[in-house]
Structure formats: C-alpha cells, structure tokens
C-alpha cells in the first residue's frame, strides 16, 4: 500500500505561481510512476503531468506544456508539480496518483492508488 498525501494548493491570482507536493509513504516511493490529474467542477477529471520511475520520462498535457514542471525526490519520497504562468482554467481540484507498473498507467487514469486532492484557484 502506498498512502499519498497532497500539499501547497490555494489562491493565486492569473500569472502567479503554486508548488504542489505530494508526499507517499508506506512503500518504497522510488517503485512507483507518479503523476498529477486535476478536475474542475462539471468537469471529468484530466491528465496534467506524469514522471518515471526514474525520473527519465516525463509527460504532459498540451494544456499545461511550457508552464507546469513535474519532478520527484526519490530520497525524500515527494513529487512536485512546479505551476507557473497559472489561468483561471487551472483553477480545479489537484490530484496525485502513483502506479507500481508503468507511467502509461499513470497517463491513463487506471493508477494504483490516489490521494484525496489539494483545491487550487487562480482568480481573474
């Protein structure tokens, strides 16, 4: 089992930036592709930004491209989600997902395990 917790939501205005951490515990967080999925209100959930196991492979979505930057701390067990240039749009519910098997499953939406999401909102 791998427990994941979201941190470093909250309120920022259109251009501003926010840091989201998602911290695991319970297994070895190095074994594990990690990403961030995000769902606004009305909205299904989307894929943002996903990262290897190793950190190699990175992925995103055309949305957040040149804006948003994933990256992991495989010795402190944390992801990240570095958000810049933020929207209105992005304004939604973060979410932090992790898979023992690949980052296609990541990508997907079908991880292993979740957490329970982090609000951001970026004002007009």
Not at 5 to 10: D, H, K, P, R, T
Not at 38 to 67: C, L
Not at 73 to 90: F, H, I, V, W
Request: positive net charge.
């Amino acid at each position: 089992q791998v427990q994941l917790v979201e941190s470093g939501g909250g309120l920022v205005q259109a251009g501003g930036s926010l840091r989201l951490s998602c911290a695991a515990s319970g297994r070895t967080f190095s074994s594990y592709a990690m990403g961030w999925f995000r769902q606004a209100p009305g909205k299904e959930r989307e894929f943002v930004a996903a990262v290897s196991r190793s950190g190699s492979t990175i992925d995103y979505a055309d949305s957040v491209k040149g804006r948003f930057t994933i990256s992991r701390d495989n010795a402190k067990n944390t992801g990240y989600l570095q958000m810049d240039s933020l929207k209105p749009e992005d304004t939604a519910v973060y979410y932090c997902t992790a898979d023992r098997l690949s980052i296609r499953a990541v990508v997907a939406g079908t991880g292993d395990y979740w957490g329970q999401g982090t609000q951001v909102t970026v004002s007009s």
